[in-house]
């Protein structure tokens, strides 16, 4: 009997230790996990993603912690406090009657100012007179009296601040205004404005201000703030203003554009205040569009053509950076019908692609003399619409190098043929007949 006696001592001391090792484990994963927690969450506090932007809509901030801070600015927020109506911070509720075309709030008695105290005035002061200025009858028959090659020159005035913010890594751009701008309108003699903005040489970032409308003096006051920038990368950077006015109709009219290279400017000392003229954009010649490497194999007995986009040479300049980021479209037609389309992949920041890819589309009918591929040469735009750089078109009634290249594979099916062939204008899009 004394055996079946110690036994049961052990067996009773089991729950002890199991409840003991159980209790040190339980106290063991809390504390992990709470310090995992703490980890986690002091990382994001302390880590800003690069290139981060955030968007302030007419004095509205959208961003938890307010940029125009006494311990940011200083003195320059005290002066700018006391020109500034009194207009609750906090509240977003905004009286859209009492508003103008531009969306700016009428003013009492307003003041006219000089270009060099435009810092200390609000964009809505100095563009009110000018703006009923533009909408009177005398206004607009000067303008109309203009002839074709001053409207040319004259293509208005943009204003801006730039300033960047040392504790937050932030660099912010403002938007303020744009002056005397020419009507794209020929029936209201007036425009729809907005501004995109692209920072170069990279190309990440893409913003574009709000569409004013019916005028020639619109105030935007627009801020735009990058986080993760470091200071010593500002003097690589060169930003890139478009100024367009709205179509609803077709394609939006290019005004002009600004090219600010930030080399040599300072901001260490605050916020700078500039304002340059706009000029007329760049716009490339239809002559110097490149070349286009194609190779093309036609098999008879398995009605297939193949297609192969090799490489890509002596592309223009999409933009005032000299950088492409090119790709191909490949469509096939059977005589006024596209049935099948294909793309290659973006090759980034180069006039000179290569590609190498292959596409086989299965022909409909037993002839090529219906058939015909059209290749759109684009440029790769984040954010807007993708530019075309240049065209070609291969088939029976083409032209040219296309032509006889399409007589080549009739001739001569189941060989690869490759040839350069130049790319014509973008614009005005030919279709097959």
């Not at 001592?9 to 003991?20: H, K, R």
């Not at 607009?140 to 937050?168: I, M, R």
């Not at 020419?182 to 007036?190: F, G, I, K, Y």
């Not at 890139?240 to 109709?249: C, N, P, T, V």
Request: include cysteine; aromatic fraction near 8%; charged fraction near 30%.
């Amino acid at each position: 009997m004394a055996p079946i006696t110690s036994s049961r001592e052990e067996f009773d001391e089991i729950p002890t230790v199991v409840g003991i090792f159980s209790a040190f484990g339980l106290v063991f994963t809390v504390s992990l996990f709470a310090w995992i927690c703490c980890q986690r969450k002091s990382s994001k506090t302390n880590k800003t993603p690069p290139y981060k932007f955030v968007h302030v809509l007419k004095g509205v901030d959208i961003y938890p912690e307010n940029l125009n801070s006494k311990k940011k600015f200083g003195a320059d927020d005290k002066s700018e406090a006391k020109n500034k109506p009194a207009v609750p911070k906090t509240s977003l509720h905004l009286d859209l009657e009492k508003r103008d075309l531009n969306g700016n709030f009428p003013k009492a008695n307003p003041k006219a100012g000089s270009p060099s105290d435009l810092e200390h005035l609000t964009p809505k002061t100095f563009s009110e007179k000018e703006q009923k200025e533009s909408t009177s009858p005398d206004s607009l028959k000067s303008s109309s009296s203009l002839c074709s090659v001053e409207k040319q020159d004259k293509l208005g005035t943009l204003f801006f601040s730039l300033e960047y913010n040392f504790e937050k890594k932030a660099f912010v751009v403002n938007i303020k205004e744009a002056r005397g701008l020419p009507a794209m309108d020929e029936q209201s003699m007036t425009s729809d404005p907005y501004i995109k903005m692209t920072i170069l040489p990279e190309k990440k970032h893409k913003v574009k201000t709000r569409v004013l409308r019916k005028t020639l003096d619109p105030a935007f006051d627009e801020t735009f703030t990058f986080y993760g920038i470091p200071y010593s990368q500002i003097q690589d950077l060169v930003l890139h203003f478009i100024i367009l006015s709205f179509d609803r109709f077709s394609r939006d009219d290019i005004i002009g554009e600004v090219l600010i290279p930030l080399s040599g400017i300072e901001l260490a000392d605050g916020r700078m205040l500039m304002n340059r003229e706009i000029i007329k954009r760049n716009v490339r010649k239809s002559s110097g569009r490149g070349e286009l490497l194609i190779s093309l194999c036609y098999q008879s007995t398995t009605n297939t053509l193949t297609v192969v986009v090799l490489k890509a040479r002596h592309l223009p300049k999409a933009d005032v950076s000299g950088l492409s980021d090119p790709y191909v479209k490949v469509n096939l037609y059977h005589a006024k019908k596209r049935i099948s389309k294909k793309k290659t992949h973006v090759k980034k920041c180069t006039p000179n692609a290569v590609f190498n890819e292959l596409f086989v589309f299965d022909i409909p009918c037993e002839s090529l003399e219906e058939i015909s591929v059209e290749f759109l040469v684009l440029d790769s735009d984040r954010g807007s619409r993708n530019e075309v750089i240049g065209r070609l078109v291969l088939g029976a009634s083409a032209e040219g190098t296309g032509g006889e290249h399409w007589k080549e594979i009739r001739e001569y099916p189941r060989r690869q043929i490759a040839k350069w062939h130049m790319l014509c204008d973008g614009f005005g899009l030919w279709r097959p007949l």
